[in-house]
Nanobody, 121 residues
Framework: QVQLVESGGGLVQPGGSLRLSCAAS????????MGWYRQGPGKQRELVAV???????NYADSVKGRFTISRDNAQNTVYLQMNSLKPEDTAVYYCNAPDLEVVAGSTFGYWGQGTQVTVSS
């Protein structure tokens, strides 16, 4: 059984910062790529950032230069540092492991339960 548990959400003023964490636990052979998605009120879920096992990253245009995704492979944890937050960043943020290997060559996709980020004065 694999679980992804997010933490670090909350209420922050515009221009502020938050750091989200996603810890993977359970029977894990290899994490592979990890990503953060978000779903704002009345909106579809969208990709925010992804980091591959080799460390390469991609970001949504709306967060480039403000958000940074990173990972600690020893801790099976991925982070999302969010700076210069805007009201339009308000959303539930979800951690995703699209191709987590529970044993070598056997991959499954997993989602966390989500953490609320609210940017408001």
């Amino acid at each position: 059984q694999v679980q992804l548990v997010e933490s670090g959400g909350g209420l922050v003023q515009p221009g502020g910062s938050l750091r989200l964490s996603c810890a993977a636990s359970g029977s894990i052979f290899r994490l592979n790529a990890m990503g953060w998605y978000r779903q704002g009120p009345g909106k579809q879920r969208e990709l925010v950032a992804v980091i591959r096992s080799g460390g390469s990253t991609n970001y949504a245009d709306s967060v480039k230069g403000r958000f940074t995704i990173s990972r600690d492979n020893a801790q099976n944890t991925v982070y999302l540092q969010m700076n210069s937050l805007k009201p339009e960043d308000t959303a539930v943020y979800y951690c995703n492991a699209p191709d987590l290997e529970v044993v070598a060559g056997s991959t499954f996709g997993y989602w966390g339960q989500g953490t609320q980020v609210t940017v408001s004065s």
